[in-house]
């Protein structure tokens, strides 16, 4: 069984910062890419930033130049690197992970809420 166990949300003030984090666990064999998404009141979820296991990184529109993410292999751990936030960067953040165990499957943490407000 595998486990995606995230940290990090908070409240924060507008062009303040937060850090997330995600760490898997449990029947992993190797971990391929791995990324955050996020889901606004009444919108669809969407994607925020993926990593492959060789640290490329692909980033939405919205987030480029004020979030970084980047990834601990050793760890088995995914990091969102959040800066200037704005208040609609509001939302709950959701890491995922495709997991080999053996067989490669999507998995999903149960997210944290990054609320920006003054």
């Known amino acids: 069984q595998v486990q995606l166990v995230e940290s990090g949300g908070g409240l924060v003030q507008p062009g303040g910062s937060l850090r997330l984090s995600c760490t898997t666990s449990g029947s992993i064999f190797s971990i391929a890419s791995m990324g955050w998404d996020r889901q606004a009141p009444g919108k669809q979820r969407e994607l925020v930033a993926t990593i492959t296991s060789g640290g490329f990184t692909n980033y939405a529109d919205s987030v480029k130049g004020r979030f970084t993410i980047s990834r601990d292999n050793a760890k088995n751990t995914v990091y969102l690197q959040m800066d200037s936030l704005k208040p609609e960067d509001t939302a709950v953040y959701y890491c995922?992970?495709?997991?080999?165990?053996?067989?490669?499957?999507?998995?999903w943490g149960q997210g944290t809420q990054v609320t920006v407000s003054s």
């Open positions: 995922n992970a495709l997991v080999a165990s053996p067989l490669y499957q999507n998995h």
